[in-house]
């Protein structure tokens, strides 16, 4: 049985109709690009499976369960992480506070299971090289920095399932591969992984299945290899140079 | 010496009122525009079963239950609607209740107000009262402290940041905003039951518009969210609200004077601070 399944899912917002019928389903452990032009529907999949956006139609099942209906902070505490694209870190507060408001907003028995807080928070940024910034305030933090934080943050506060929009916009390339090794880490963890992302060499790099998406449609699904041959990827992006 | 210790007293008095309302619209960023309505139905809860032969602690109970449900019903609204809808719903809110308060006459005698208020054994003299609200304020002060500094802190200022960050790491948003104000509910209460004893009265027009304008001013010019800013402004601009009686004016422009003055001192701080007030939603 998949983690996660997402069958027939549409949304229309004021009259305006963003996804269509999308079907999907991931497995455990599995690590799956989900890529497509600006505009197909990415993020706002993402916004419906993390609870944001109640879908007109279709249903999302997470481990077995029905969870269309489910709030956006219960989805959390089942385990369904979410990285956003604009990163979704609080600038206003230090990278400490950043990290600890995460774990106290766990289960109570989960955070138990965590020890001594401060300890975590500590390891956490010592994870991603920033306890040297630990008083400071996140807002300051460069792109990467701040990826890093957030993916990291998301893996310390017990999430199993991870949706990363566009890990490496905002990222320089310098510390595009720390990200991407971050990222690894997720999977040697067993943890299952939903990548959205526009470079097609990151996703074939990282990824286990691809899943192309175009005007709120899943139109095409398969190993990044033979995705990337497809006539229909070409199309879609007619002119990319495919590596 | 007396003024003194009245004006230590209109201080520490208000302090459970506006830290109140400072952690919901300060900290929280909610565009609660009501916390004098919730303040008319404090005061009416408790003196009206008072005035009408209630003992004192009934009377504070079923003010207590009053001011709970109120809160509880502004909690629910800001979690139901817009933040802009929520900010015009609460003023109708103070202003429907303060209708209520002025025209419901058999109840609340209207504009004459509620007179004779009889005060605790202990507070009876000016002084007593500072020496009492004092310390009242002190333990607020540091029961806030706490918890702006604690977890329930963070969660209110992740959700003043971005609500769907906040809410993808499992902060409950219900939650954090019915207990931010139940405590502001509950400031409130504390505030008026000791203020209407202070001047032996209940007046309508101690609850009218011009005092949530003076909340705003206190919260907006001492740093939104701050205990220690939002402390010294509300020193500050009572201070200077007490000392204008002392200007050679004649005293009935005293009270235009001060509006003017203050809207003023609003127009200026908000003007300081207009990035930071109203924070743009950052897209996801
Ligand atoms: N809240 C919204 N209201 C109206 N339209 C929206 C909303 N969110 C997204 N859209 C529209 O939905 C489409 C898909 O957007 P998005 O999911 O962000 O695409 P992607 O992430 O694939 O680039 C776009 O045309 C966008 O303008
Ligand atoms: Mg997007």
């Known amino acids: 049985m998949s983690l996660l399944s997402v069958s027939h899912l549409s949304l229309t917002i004021q009259d305006h109709s963003i996804l269509h019928g999308v079907s999907l389903s991931v497995d455990e452990g599995e690590i799956v690009g989900l890529i497509g032009p600006n505009g197909s529907g990415k993020t706002t999949l993402f916004n419906v499976l993390s609870g944001f956006l109640k879908p007109t139609s279709g249903s999302v099942h997470y481990r077995g369960q029905d969870i269309t209906n489910v709030s956006p902070s219960k989805r959390a505490k089942l385990g369904i992480g979410r990285v956003f694209q604009n990163f979704g870190i609080f600038r206003e507060m230090t ?74 916009a905002g990222v320089s390339p310098k510390m595009t591969e720390q990200v991407a090794d971050l990222i690894r880490q997720l999977k040697i963890e067993g943890k299952t ?8 060499p990151f996703i074939s790099r990282i990824c286990d299945r691809v899943i192309v998406m175009d005007v709120g449609r899943v139109v095409l699904t398969g190993k990044p290899q033979e995705v990337k041959k497809s006539k229909e990827l070409q199309e879609l992006y007619f002119g990319a140079e495919l590596v | 010496m007396q003024f003194f ?46 005035m009408h032969g209630f003992s004192y602690p009934s009377a ?147 609850l009218n518009f011009p005092v949530f304008i003076f909340f705003v001013m206190v919260v907006v010019a001492g740093k939104p969210g701050s205990v220690p800013g939002v402390l010294c402004s509300l020193i500050l601009l009572t201070l200077l609200r007490e000392g204008m009686r002392f200007l050679p004016i004649p005293s009935e422009f005293i009270g235009s004077l001060r509006l003017l003055l203050f809207g003023l001192i609003l127009f200026v701080a908000v003007w300081v601070r207009r990035d930071t007030l109203f924070p743009k939603a950052r897209s996801v």
Not at chain 1, 112 to 137: E, R
Not at chain 1, 193 to 200: N, Y
Not at chain 2, 61 to 77: E, K, N, P, Y
């Open chain 2, 5 to 50: 210790w009245h004006i230590v007293a209109m201080i520490c008095m208000s302090i459970p009122n506006i830290l109140g309302f400072n952690l919901i619209f300060g900290k929280g960023k909610i565009f609660h525009f009501g916390p004098i309505g919730v303040s008319t139905v404090a005061t009416y809860g408790v003196f009206v079963p008072l």
């Open chain 2, 60 to 206: 504070i109970a079923i003010g207590f239950v009053l001011t709970m449900i109120i809160s509880l019903l502004f909690a629910w609204l800001a979690l139901r609607l817009e933040p802009d809808a929520f900010g015009v719903m609460a003023i109708a809110i103070h202003l429907s209740l303060l209708a209520v308060v002025i025209n419901w006459i058999s109840l609340t005698r209207g504009t004459r107000g509620l007179p004779d208020i009889p005060r605790f054994f202990f507070l009876q003299t000016t002084q007593s009262f500072a020496l009492f609200t004092f310390i009242i304020a002190l333990l607020w002060i540091l029961f806030l402290f706490v918890l702006h500094r604690g977890s329930f802190g963070r969660s209110l200022d992740a959700l003043a940041e971005q609500l769907w960050y906040a809410g993808s790491l499992g902060i409950d948003r219900r939650w954090v905003t019915v207990i931010a104000f139940l405590i502001g509910g509950l400031g409130a209460l504390i505030t008026n039951v000791i203020y209407c004893q202070y001047v032996f009265l209940v007046h309508p027009s101690d």
């Open chain 1, 95 to 168: 990278l400490e506070e950043n990290v600890l408001v995460a774990l106290e907003a766990l289960p109570k028995q989960d955070r138990k299971n965590l020890g001594n807080l401060k300890d975590v928070v500590h390891g956490t940024l010592d994870m991603v090289g920033l306890l040297s910034h630990a008083k400071k305030k996140a807002g300051s933090l460069s792109g990467g920095q701040m990826r890093l934080l957030e993916i990291a943050r998301t893996l310390k506060s017990g999430k199993t399932f991870f949706l990363l929009d566009e890990p490496t």
């Open chain 1, 193 to 200: 992984v939903v990548i959205i992302e526009h470079d097609l």
